[in-house]
T-cell receptor, first 110, second 114 residues
Framework: GENVEQHPSTLSVQEGDSAVIKCTYS??????FPWYKQELGKGPQLIID?????GEKKDQRIAVTLNKTAKHFSLHITETQPEDSAVYFC?????????FGTGTSLTVIP | DGGITQSPKYLFRKEGQNVTLSCEQN?????MYWYRQDPGQGLRLIYY???????QKGDIAEGYSVSREKKESFPLTVTSAQKNPTAFYLC?????????????FGEGSRLTVL
């Protein structure tokens, strides 16, 4: 089955700096890669996603890159703000299931 | 507003008791999922259903049961056979049963076994 690894597990950045979270996957059949943001005590919410036929996608301060050959994808957050502090999960989907990374706890220091 | 509603938000259970967590969606989604979340372990799939009256076991189904009698409802029962049931449980749904569309989550239910 699919195995998704996510690094780092914790990340602290100064407000205004960039944050990068990386994930790798094992199943070359995976073709959909979403990123979720989870605030304390709440359910995860989709912030950006990318499909296997695209190498990069950007939405304002958030971008995701995908390298299918190396089987890794990354989340980039620029100009971080305190409200970006949360747990971020990557996921990979190959058919009818989603496989999640173990999460990254991001802290943005004002 | 369309979305997924989980209840209760907090639940306490004595050992040996079965409990049922409710999950209702009004998004007209075909596929529904139950995940368990423990600190440092991400989201692990318990059960999923792609269509009414059909469901499949996920990676950690032992000690859990589900039903899918209606499209909008996918309740999860945590049985007394589940050895370590204290966790945060998340229900989710997606329009496409092929797992290639956005997964919408509920707000979660936190179960504590006393």
């Amino acid at each position: 089955g699919e195995n998704v690894e996510q690094h780092p597990s914790t990340l602290s950045v100064q407000e205004g700096d960039s944050a990068v979270i990386k994930c790798t996957y094992s199943d070359s059949a995976s073709n959909y890669f979403p990123w979720y943001k989870q605030e304390l005590g709440k359910g995860p919410q989709l912030i950006i996603d990318i499909r296997s036929n695209v190498g990069e996608k950007k939405d304002q301060r958030i971008a995701v890159t995908l390298n299918k050959t190396a089987k890794h994808f990354s989340l980039h957050i620029t100009e971080t703000q305190p409200e970006d502090s949360a747990v971020y999960f990557c996921a990979a989907s190959n058919s009818n299931q989603f496989y999640f990374g173990t999460g990254t706890s991001l802290t943005v220091i004002p | 507003d369309g979305g997924i509603t989980q209840s209760p938000k907090y639940l306490f259970r004595k050992e040996g008791q079965n409990v049922t967590l409710s999950c209702e969606q009004n998004l007209n989604h075909d596929a529904m999922y139950w995940y368990r979340q423990d600190p440092g372990q991400g989201l692990r799939l318990i059960y999923y259903s792609q269509i009414v009256n059909d469901f499949q076991k996920g990676d950690i189904a032992e000690g859990y049961s589900v039903s899918r009698e209606k499209k909008e409802s996918f309740p999860l029962t945590v049985t007394s056979a589940q050895k370590n049931p204290t966790a945060f449980y998340l229900c989710a749904s997606t329009e496409s049963p092929r797992g290639t569309g956005e997964l919408f989550f509920g707000e979660g239910s936190r179960l504590t076994v006393l």
